[in-house]
């Protein structure tokens, strides 16, 4: 006998979701409102203003611009991440071979390390190879992540079994069918997870992408940071465009979401 969730526990989810769309909402109200909304009586309801601030937003700033470079860079940044930490944490899961154990604690032990260390020889590497300004810089630095590895290694290491692996490589399957045909179908729901917080962690980067690009060709975040560099701020402004550069964020959770909720299901039905 199957036990219904009580009104309690919907209650409890549906205060969760209103405080996690709150935020977005209130910028929304703002954005549809002129600088003064912050000052005068607050209210839910949206103003009519939100489209024309969208409008001076584009002329501000190249808004279209940093919006295609951050889905350029965001978007390849994500696949590779997604099919290299696959791929590397399937062979520390799934293969043996020597030093694998110091190789992963390595992995391991460079996520201690703080980024803005490395921002100096790294900003010398990028102007050795003559991509100082270019979106190269910002996309193969992050190719792979050592936190992609291991959270993929960690699923990998139950979702696959050893006996599953053996099976195909007695049938003749090379390495890469194993994987291709065994591993990354079992890894879906914990790729698509990876695939939101890379996509989410790579759209908000503003430290790097702000001291290897150029002025004309930023990321969305480098450029929304100009609406807000002079002495008078407009908030109603700032946040329009930042309305604005959340939609592709919540598409692409929207998109992965289904894919986390399918692959687990896919597996409570095999279970």
């Known amino acids: 006998m199957t036990r219904r969730p009580s009104f309690t526990v919907y209650g409890l989810l549906a205060a969760f979701v209103l405080g996690s769309a ?154 890469w069918r194993v994987f291709w045909h065994v591993g990354l179908p079992a890894a879906r729901p914990a790729a698509a997870m990876l695939g939101v917080f890379t996509f989410m962690q790579s759209w908000n980067d503003f430290l790097w992408p702000l001291v290897v690009l150029n002025a004309d060709n930023p990321t969305i975040q480098v450029a929304l940071e100009k609406l807000q560099s002079g002495y008078y701020v407009d908030y109603s402004l700032v946040l329009a465009g930042t309305t604005l550069a959340t939609i592709p964020v919540l598409l692409v959770f929207i998109v992965l979401g289904r894919q986390i909720v399918a692959g687990i299901m896919q597996g409570a039905v095999k279970g």
Do not use: H
């Open 22 to 175: 709150f935020p977005f909402y209130w910028s929304f109200l703002v954005a549809s409102r002129d600088n003064s909304a912050l000052t005068g009586d607050f209210t839910l309801v949206p103003g009519g203003n939100f489209l024309r601030n969208a409008s001076r937003v584009v002329d501000t700033i190249p808004f279209w611009k940093a919006l295609g470079n951050s889905i350029i860079v965001s978007g390849t940044v994500t696949i590779s991440v997604v099919l290299l930490s696959s791929l590397a944490g399937f062979a520390f899961a799934k293969l043996r071979f020597r030093g694998r154990g110091a190789l992963l604690l390595f992995v391991i032990a460079t996520l201690a390390v703080p980024t803005q260390l490395g921002i100096i020889p790294l900003y010398m590497a990028m102007a050795e190879f003559g991509w100082a300004g270019e979106l190269e810089a910002v996309i193969v630095p992050n190719l792979v992540t050592a936190f992609g590895v291991f959270w993929m290694r960690q699923y990998l290491v139950d979702a696959v079994p050893d006996e599953l692996v053996e099976a195909a490589r007695m049938d003749g399957c090379s390495l």
